[in-house]
C-alpha cells in the first residue's frame, strides 16, 4: 500500500483515540491491518537490486507520497503532536523492510519475511483463477483515502 494511505490512517488514529498509549499501537498496528487489503505498492526492484541510479524515479515517487500525506494530515487533521507520531508510526513497518534489503540484520529480515509472506498474503492469491486487477487495487486505496479524509474533517 502506498505511504499515503497508511499516513492518513495513522493520523486518524492519533486524531479520534484519546489514550495516547492506545493510538501509538494501533497506529503501528494499522499498518499491517491495510496491507491485508488488495492494493497496488511502488516498484522496488531497483532497490532490492541496489541498483541505485534507475532507483531515482523510485524514491521521487516514495518522497513525493510522503509529502503529499503530510500535507492533507496537515490540512485535515487537527495538527496535534500525537497525530505527527501516529502518522509516523503508520509507516515504521515499511521502513523496516526497506532497511532490511538494504542491511543485513536478522531481526529485519524476519520482519520482512513475516510482511511480505504473512501480511501480503493477497499478493498472489488469486480468486476464482483471476488474480484481483489493477484497477481494484487502486480503487482499495482511493476509497479509503477519501473516507480517512472524510474521518478527520468530522
Known amino acids: 500500500m502506498i505511504l499515503l494511505v497508511h499516513m492518513l490512517f495513522g493520523a486518524l488514529i492519533g486524531q479520534k483515540i484519546l489514550n495516547p498509549f492506545l493510538a501509538v499501537i494501533l497506529a503501528f498496528l494499522s499498518h499491517y491491518f491495510l496491507d491485508l487489503l488488495p492494493h497496488i505498492e511502488y516498484p522496488i526492484e531497483n532497490i532490492v537490486n541496489k541498483q541505485w541510479k534507475k532507483a531515482i524515479p523510485d524514491i521521487f515517487r516514495v518522497v513525493l507520497d510522503f509529502c503529499l500525506g503530510i500535507l492533507l ?45 504473512k501480511i501480503h498474503f493477497l499478493k498472489q492469491k488469486k480468486f476464482s483463477e483471476a488474480p484481483i486487477s489493477e484497477p481494484w487495487r487502486i480503487l482499495t486505496q482511493v476509497t479509503v483515502v477519501i473516507v480517512f479524509i472524510i474521518l478527520l474533517i468530522t
Open 73 to 117: 494530515v496537515l490540512l485535515f487533521s487537527t495538527n496535534q503532536l500525537i497525530i505527527y507520531f501516529c502518522t509516523f508510526l503508520a509507516i515504521l513497518p515499511d521502513g523496516f523492510s526497506v532497511i532490511s534489503l538494504i542491511v543485513k540484520n536478522k531481526v529485519l529480515q524476519k520482519h520482512n519475511k513475516f510482511h511480505q509472506d
